[in-house]
């Protein structure tokens, strides 16, 4: 049994916590010893069934737009727990396959403030708990920002702005032992993938050519991304910092 966090005070927080992605994050987190702050947008039922089903976890309602909101929660989290040793984001809004000509401006301003923005003001919000614990910032993004998908650009704009912050994290805050790393999914089974198929913007056929792209010719789950989330948290990961760990079936290679 894996067992990384036991010994740390405070808690991670996990943003967006009932998406297909924060609930395996946060599940694995707790079941390797870590207190959990999970924030939601809308989902409080699945928020606090989450939390029930754990030990040590507490829940916020929480509007990443709104950034005086997002400090908030984050200090009465870290009060709640006696700090924050990880913060981690991994939510974001439902994002349509759309070609770049089709994307219109206010859709596009949209995404940009829900997602660029949200994680902005986590990361702000942020920076001085981490600080504190000497902790790290862990960005779930898209494997779509190394290899390009066709339609994809409405996630992958913004996500790329995101990973360009947690460079810049990464680069400014390690003189306080912070550090800041990016997981980027390829196509899984669950999360957004899962939205996309039920959704028809993923076909059969659209399913079966992002499979040939795979070498590993299979999708990947949520336990996947949470298992590079949970390693890069951890002091497994001590000396690595300003990384981004696509977990693909090495569709980016």
Known sequence: MIDDFSGRPGAALVAGATGGLGTAIARMLAARGSALALTYHRNAEAADTLATSVEHAATWQLDLTDAEASSTVLAEAAERFGGLHTVIYAAGPHVPMVHLSRITPAAFRSQLEQDTLGFFHLMRAGLPLLRQSRGSLIAVTTAATRRFPVRDGLSAGPKGAVEALVRGVAAEEGRYGVRANCVGP????????????????????????????????????????????????????????????????????
Not at 220 to 236: H, N, P, W
């Open 186 to 253: 390829g196509m899984l089974t669950d999360g957004m993938a899962a939205r996309l198929i039920a959704s028809g913007d993923l076909d059969e056929r659209a399913l079966g050519v992002a499979r040939a792209n795979i070498p590993l010719r299979t999708f990947g789950t949520a336990e996947d991304i949470a298992e590079a989330v949970c390693f890069l948290a951890s002091d497994r990961a001590r000396f690595i910092t300003g990384q981004q760990l696509d977990v693909d079936g090495g569709y980016t290679v």
